[in-house]
T-cell receptor
Framework: GENVEQHPSTLSVQEGDSAVIKCTYS??????FPWYKQELGKRPQLIID?????GEKKDQRIAVTLNKTAKHFSLHITETQPEDSAVYFC??????????FGSGTKLNVKP | DAGVIQSPRHEVTEMGQEVTLRCKPI?????LFWYRQTMMRGLELLIY????????DSGMPEDRFSAKMPNASFSTLKIQPSEPRDSAVYFC??????????FGSGTRLTVV
């Protein structure tokens, strides 16, 4: 099955700086890559996703890039704010049912 | 839509007791998943259903765990008997083809 690795496990940035979280996947058939944000005590929520026919997608301060050849994808958050502090999970799937999650990145944005 | 609805939000039970967690998926979603989240193991997929049929239960840790989906709008995850190591947050999620998951609010289970 698919194996998704996520790095770093923790990330601390100053407010206003950028944050980048990287994931690699093993199955070249994977074609959908969502990112989830989980605030403390809350549910994971989908924040952005990318499909394999697209190399980059942006939504305001967040963007995701995909390199199919290298089998990795990244989440980019610009102009970070304290409310961006959370755990972020990447995932990959090739059939839109069973999603394989990374181990999570705890992002801390220092005011 | 009210989203994926889970109950109860919190459950505290004594070791050996039966625990039943409930989930109502989003209407029209044909996939339903049960996940367990702990600090040590992260998000673990326990089982998932497609059109009410269990497709993959390879993540169910032991025979003490069972899950059912009697109809498209309801699923249960049962632990009998419960043990302290079952303490975790249990999430239900649903989706349909071509979309990411929507998670419920989770049930925080504490077995003492």
């Amino acid at each position: 099955g698919e194996n998704v690795e996520q790095h770093p496990s923790t990330l601390s940035v100053q407010e206003g700086d950028s944050a980048v979280i990287k994931c690699t996947y093993s199955d070249s058939a994977s074609n959908y890559f969502p990112w989830y944000k989980q605030e403390l005590g809350k549910r994971p929520q989908l924040i952005i996703d990318i499909r394999s026919n697209v190399g980059e997608k942006k939504d305001q301060r967040i963007a995701v890039t995909l390199n199919k050849t290298a089998k990795h994808f990244s989440l980019h958050i610009t102009e970070t704010q304290p409310e961006d502090s959370a755990v972020y999970f990447c995932a990959a799937t090739y059939n839109f049912n069973k999603f394989y999650f990374g181990s999570g990145t705890k992002l801390n944005v220092k005011p | 839509d009210a989203g994926v609805i889970q109950s109860p939000r919190h459950e505290v039970t004594e070791m050996g007791q039966e625990v039943t967690l409930r989930c109502k998926p989003i209407s029209g979603h044909d996939y339903l998943f049960w996940y367990r989240q702990t600090m040590m193991r992260g998000l673990e997929l326990l089982i998932y259903f497609n059109n009410n049929v269990p497709i993959d239960d390879s993540g169910m840790p032991e025979d003490r765990f069972s899950a059912k989906m009697p109809n498209a709008s309801f699923s249960t995850l049962k632990i009998q008997p419960s043990e302290p190591r079952d303490s975790a947050v249990y999430f239900c999620a649903s989706t349909t083809f071509n979309y990411g998951y929507t998670f419920g609010s989770g049930t925080r289970l504490t077995v003492v």
